[in-house]
T-cell receptor, first 108, second 114 residues
């Protein structure tokens, strides 16, 4: 099993729809979880950290499921500007292991 | 405040030449990471520095790759005798403290080996 695994997509979603991605991780000792957004030919930018209790930032909601070892990202009322690749990241000791990302295309 | 900066932003070099890539982390960040990203691929971990500890070099793909971090701040990634397969974007990230905290990335150096 890969350390951090994501569906590569692409997810083609109409503007205004809700879309959700999952990311599974293999290391049960992991304590830190993140979602990053990467636009084409740009560096990854931190979108949000994922806390045990789940957290919400505007239209974005992140959840952690320790029992099943996955994190999720939900985007409500999607905008054209949400089109990007979404990377999940999980710590392995002091290192952060990144998934290969899920591509999202928001369609007008 | 200032983010992570990297230089040069683009580098074109001939096969066999050596290159040096520079990273200036966010002030006060003690952890610094180097990654490589080939076109359409994920992030490949290269090396990790934390404070004065010995770096974690487990991701360096060959002995042609080396990195140093002077004074706990600026880092230089050196690639000797470059090969065409070294062409990629080299990204630097820094974080405050250890323990897998949030990382903040620089804009990267796009390396092209001809």
């Amino acid at each position: 099993r890969k350390e951090v695994e994501q569906d590569p997509g692409p997810f083609n979603v109409p503007e205004g729809a809700t879309v959700a991605f999952n990311c599974t991780y293999s290391n049960s000792a992991s304590q830190s979880f993140f979602w990053y957004r990467q636009d084409c030919r740009k560096e990854p930018k931190l979108l949000m950290s994922v806390y045990s209790s789940g957290n919400e930032d505007g239209r974005f909601t992140a959840q952690l499921n320790r029992a099943s070892q996955y994190i999720s990202l939900l985007i409500r009322d999607s905008k054209l500007s949400d089109s990007a690749t979404y990377l999940c990241a999980v710590n392995k000791g002091d290192k952060i292991i990144f998934g290969k990302g899920t591509r999202l295309h928001i369609l007008p | 405040g200032a983010g992570v900066s990297q230089s040069p932003s683009n580098k074109v070099t001939e096969k066999g030449k050596d290159v040096e890539l520079r990273c200036d982390p966010i002030s006060g960040h003690t952890a610094l990471y180097w990654y490589r990203q080939s076109l359409g691929q994920g992030l490949e971990f290269l090396i990790y520095f934390q404070g004065n500890s010995a770096p974690d070099k487990s991701g360096l793909p060959s002995d042609r790759f080396s990195a140093e971090r002077t004074g706990g701040s600026v880092s230089t990634l050196t690639i000797q005798r470059t090969q065409q397969e070294d062409s990629a974007v080299y990204l630097c990230a820094s974080s405050f403290g250890a323990g897998g905290r949030e990382q903040y990335f620089g804009p990267g150096t796009r390396l092209t080996v001809t």
